[in-house]
């Protein structure tokens, strides 16, 4: 059974920003997210993302306590999913999903399997695209990247 790809809003937002929101298309096919990502999107998805809402409205909120509106939403419909991949950018996000075992990545990691899985040539005008918003990359994390994609 193919995972189920739920995602955050900062992936949404970034991607869109720098003009590459299709690669999460090319990559995965079907996003799943919720409304409370929608909304902190601010317009209209595209299509090929469906809107779904976790069914235990109780537990996202006791998330909320940790995390914000739109990771709690997307945290507890990935662990009601079971088997999932949650796109999460935010730090403290990523160490409470990865906290209750669910299997996460970044939209840097998306960047670098899209480049391995040929959907795009080179991470490099991509990372170039991303230092002009207010992502942060390290010199290190940008020397890794480059290195996991074979750049």
């Known amino acids: ?47 090929w993302f469906q ?7 109780n537990y996202q909120l006791l998330i909320e306590s940790f995390v914000d509106k739109g990771e709690a939403s997307a945290i507890a419909l990935a662990l009601e999913s ?5 796109i999460i950018d935010d730090r403290k996000g990523r160490k409470f999903a990865r906290q209750l075992g669910l299997s996460i990545i970044g939209t840097i990691g998306i960047i670098v399997d899209a480049k391995l899985a040929g959907i795009i040539p080179s991470v490099k005008p991509i990372l170039a695209k991303i230092k002009t918003t207010n992502f942060r990359i390290t010199e290190e994390l940008e020397l890794l990247i480059l290195h996991k994609a074979g750049e």
Do not use: H, W, Y
């Open 82 to 86: 079971g088997n999932s991949l949650l």
């Open 1 to 47: 059974m193919p995972k189920t790809i739920i995602s955050d809003t900062s992936c949404i937002i970034l991607l869109d920003k720098i003009g590459e929101l299709d690669i999460l298309r090319k990559l995965f096919g079907i996003i799943i997210t919720t409304s409370e990502v929608a909304e902190e999107f601010g317009q209209p998805l595209p299509s």
């Open 51 to 57: 809107i779904q809402q976790p069914k235990d409205k």
